[in-house]
């Protein structure tokens, strides 16, 4: 099985406003590890997800996450 890494990110820290609102998806996996707490879409829900977190977002699966503003 073969797979390609399109980026990889460590320690990385976004501004208070940050907001990833992509409703396609991005096309291909997505795993993210959340550091502090995040707020987060799945299946049209708004959740609080807590630090020290983790999602897979398959290809083209709605993508909706921001900070704790």
């Known amino acids: 099985m073969k797979f390609k890494i399109d980026g990889?990110?460590?320690n990385h820290k976004e501004n208070?406003?940050?907001?990833v609102k992509r409703p396609n998806g991005s096309h291909n996996y997505l795993f993210?590890?959340?550091a502090?707490?995040?707020?987060?879409?799945?299946?049209?829900?708004i959740s609080k997800v807590p630090a020290n977190s983790c999602i897979i977002?398959?290809?083209d699966y709605p993508q909706l996450y921001y900070n704790d503003i």
Not at 36 to 45: A, L, P, Y
């Open 57 to 59: 977002y398959s290809p």
């Open 8 to 10: 990889i990110g460590y």
């Open 16 to 19: 208070t406003d940050f907001i």
């Open 36 to 45: 502090t707490d995040v707020f987060m879409e799945i299946d049209n829900h």
């Open 32 to 34: 993210l590890f959340f």
